[in-house]
Structures are given as C-alpha cells and as structure tokens.
C-alpha cells in the first residue's frame, strides 16, 4: 500500500507564502502524474495544479503566477509553492499522486490565510 504525508500548511497572512509537500512511500513502482487540489468550507474539491512525469504543469486560473508546482522524483515528493497567498486560497489541501493503476489521496493539510 502506499501512503501520501502531506506537511508545510498553516496560518499566514494575506501577501505571505507557504511551501506544502508531500512525500510518497510504501509500495511504490513508478509515479505517473502529481497534484494538488483543494477544498473550501461549502465547496466542492477543485484542481488546484498539476505536474506530469515528464515535467509539464498546469494551473487553475486562480493561482497562476502566485503558485508553482514542482516535483522531486529521487523523494517520491510534490511540492507547491504558494506566494502572494490571498483569503481566497484557505482551504484544505490534499496531494493526489498516481501510481500504477490507482490514485493515492493525502491526508490533507489546512492552509488558512488571514490577518
């Protein structure tokens, strides 16, 4: 089986940066695409950013050019890095990573922005 730890969220204010993770381990063959999602009190879970194996990324509208997805494949880790963090991003973040046949969910991690 394989377990996704996500780390790095908590509370910073609005125009501040926070830098999540998260580390795959377990059972672990090859990792095909990363990504990051999110979800708001009241809403649904939306797609947040993704990264491919070979290295192409994607962003929601919201938070291009505030964020950047990037990977660390010799860790089996994701990484987003969040700047220019607005009220507007707080939300749980869960890392969802795909190895062979199955998508793997982290446990999610609170990113809460206010001052």
């Known amino acids: 089986q394989v377990q996704l730890v996500e780390s790095g969220g908590g509370l910073v204010q609005p125009g501040g940066s926070l830098r999540l993770s998260c580390a795959a381990s377990g059972s672990i063959f090859s990792i095909n695409a990363m990504g990051w999602y999110r979800q708001a009190p009241g809403k649904q879970r939306e797609l947040v950013a993704t990264?491919?194996?070979?290295?192409?990324?994607n962003y929601a509208d919201s938070v291009k050019g505030r964020f950047t997805i990037s990977r660390d494949n010799a860790k089996n880790t994701v990484y987003l890095q969040m700047n220019s963090l607005k009220p507007e991003d707080t939300a749980v973040y869960y890392c969802?990573?795909?190895?062979?046949?199955?998508?793997?969910w982290g446990q999610g991690t609170q990113v809460t922005v206010s001052s």
């Open positions: 990264i491919t194996s070979g290295g192409s990324t």
């Open positions: 969802k990573v795909g190895i062979k046949f199955y998508d793997y």
